[in-house]
């Protein structure tokens, strides 16, 4: 569903005329050949596409305009392989609105010692050049990621295929459509929020429906769309007797199919790429939607639950992100806490909402009560989840801006089997530990609700909110609660002044 390849991010390169032709010439042989090992670089998602060597005022500017117009081009990419006069960027930087990567780097990885002479001093200058137009963005105030190094290094390669991958996250946010069925859950908080604002700040749109109108869609499946369904979920999942064809309670299944084909409709015909549910407002559904929003998070929609649509549209933008790597990313909840001092930890789960993309083995579909909402028992897919490092991501309203917190996770083992335990589930300890981890994700005003993710790391998230222009605030082994909650009064003054800038 989303193909990062359909993307492209340009390669600019600055010069000058100061050197004469011979030395533009090489510095666009130079340039070509390092925008084409980007843009083979197995690890880069996106097409990296060579742009002519840009020496003038207009050619700056024309390049940036056309970069906004282009709607394949989800970033664009600068190095100044010789001097570049920085004023010349000034107005091609300032119309620009797609997000900027300044890669640092030089055509010669060493210095050839024994042959250096003026000609090779006056071609490869990327160390002053670069810190030339590296002011300009500075004093321009602009959002942008530094990346230092050799272009065949493949640790660069690295750097600018995370800062892609967020780029493509938001070019992905800007008009996309989210669409909540029902309202916020009653009385809560921090799901709520300025859904202008956040058209405003982060392009993304979030339209309300009545359960009624997803419902419409629900009674038109057919029983032979149900029939092929439940067919998908029998060679994907592990099945009990009872809820295959023929089985006392096959029929939870069979609602659980037409739900989804119904919501699959919905969001198809409306252009959706996230969306919300709420246990609150389910009139006509015969179940709280469960495996029909595991699979389809599961695809790439985001998601969130009881309305939350912030984090359906953060969620969207990870499944952006990690698209085509392995590992996975779900809608998660901090649920319940194992307060054992030799090995605190936290159970993440939900209703029944948890992606199969984080399962460690292939899940199990079964049919238990919600206790919650009093509809039937819904189907649902349960699992547990394997061990190793993640994030937990929470985007929050703060009022005068959007705060993005994220929390470096270890992801471990249960103590025990959890036998009872009708929902899929993860278990970590929040660095630094969970008491300061908790503490200072309380501090932060963090949600409930997260985006969590066993392939996306901090620099993901922190690219993403470069871009957006967000607070971003981070918990990990380093994490002080003194400096932390210094940090955020800092910002509480940093985002009183930005926007005079
Ligand atoms: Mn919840």
Sequence with gaps: MIDLKAFEVWFLTGSQHLYGPETLEQVAVHSQEIASALD???????????????????????????????DKCVGVVAWMHTFSPARNWIT?????????????????????????????????QAAHGDREFGYIMSRMRLNRKVIVGHWQDPEVHERLAVWCRAACAWHDAQGARIARFGDNMRSVAVTEGDKVEAQMRLGYAVYGYGVGDLVELVDDVTDTDI????????????????????????NSVREAARIERGLRRFLDEGKF???????????????????????????????????????????????????????????MEDYTYHLHPEGMKVLGAHMLEICPTIAADKPRLEVHPLGIGGKADPARLVFDTAPGRGINVSLIDMGNRFRMLVNTVEGVEPDAPLPNLPVAHA???????????AAAWIYAGGAHHTGFSQVLDVEYMADFAEMAGLEFLLIDETTNLYQFKNEMRWNEVYYLLEKRF
């Design 40 to 70: 083979t670089s197995p690890r880069i998602p996106t097409r990296v596409v060579f742009k002519p060597v840009l020496t003038t005022p207009d050619a700056m500017h024309t390049i940036c305009m056309e970069a906004n117009a282009c």
């Design 92 to 124: 091609g930087l300032a119309a620009l609105q797609k997000p900027l990567a300044h890669l640092h780097t030089q055509y010669n990885r060493d210095i050839p010692w024994a042959e250096i002479d003026m000609d090779f001093m006056n071609l490869n």
């Design 427 to 437: 278990l970590w300890i929040p660095a630094p530990n969970l008491k300061v981890g």
């Design 273 to 331: 790429k996230a969306f919300t549910t709420t246990f609150e407002d389910l009139h006509g559904l015969v179940q709280l939607p469960g495996l029909a929003v595991q699979r389809m998070m599961a695809e790439g929609y985001g998601f969130g639950a009881e309305g939350d649509w912030k984090t359906a549209a953060l969620l969207r933008a990870m499944k952006v992100m990690s698209a085509g790597l392995d590992g996975g990313t779900s809608f």
């Design 227 to 250: 029939d092929e369904l439940v067919h998908e979920y029998e060679s994907s999942y592990k099945i009990a007797p009872d809820l295959l064809p023929g089985g006392e309670r096959h």
